[in-house]
Nanobody, 126 residues
Framework: VQLQASGGGLVQAGDSLRLLCESSGTSFNLFAMGWFRQAPGKEREFVAAISRGGGRTEYDDSVKGRFTISRDNAKRTVYLQMNSLKPEDTAVYYC????????????????????WGQGTQVTVSS
């Protein structure tokens, strides 16, 4: 499975961005998908995740109410809609895939994810 993240950029506080992560694999619907981020000098942290069918989502408290994760299995793409961006959201954002059974809970653990994209930079100026 290869993942390609895109959509990052330089925006001002309060603006919105939509990140995309496209998968090259044909078994995209067998993976829960997650977004993580890593700021300079910090560890990679969980942002949001979505179940295989899209019916279950999880968010870090810092982004609840501002970010929305969604997926389109037909397009093998997962999205992260980011609204009301803050300077503290500045980081490299990574998408990741977690091979799971259909009833598995959505994981927030970076070590659970099997495949990672290359990352896309999001910079929010104040």
């Amino acid at each position: 499975v290869q993942l390609q993240a895109s959509g990052g950029g330089l925006v001002q506080a309060g603006d919105s961005l939509r990140l995309l992560c496209e998968s090259s694999g044909t078994s995209f619907n067998l993976f829960a998908m997650g977004w993580f981020r890593q700021a300079p000098g910090k560890e990679r942290e969980f942002v949001a995740a979505i179940s295989r069918g899209g019916g279950r989502t999880e968010y870090d408290d810092s982004v609840k109410g501002r970010f929305t994760i969604s997926r389109d299995n037909a397009k093998r793409t997962v999205y992260l809609q980011m609204n009301s961006l803050k300077p503290e959201d500045t980081a490299v954002y990574y998408c990741a895939a977690d091979r799971v059974i259909s009833t598995a809970p959505v994981s927030k653990d970076v070590f659970e994810y099997d495949y990672w994209g290359q990352g896309t930079q999001v910079t929010v100026s104040s």
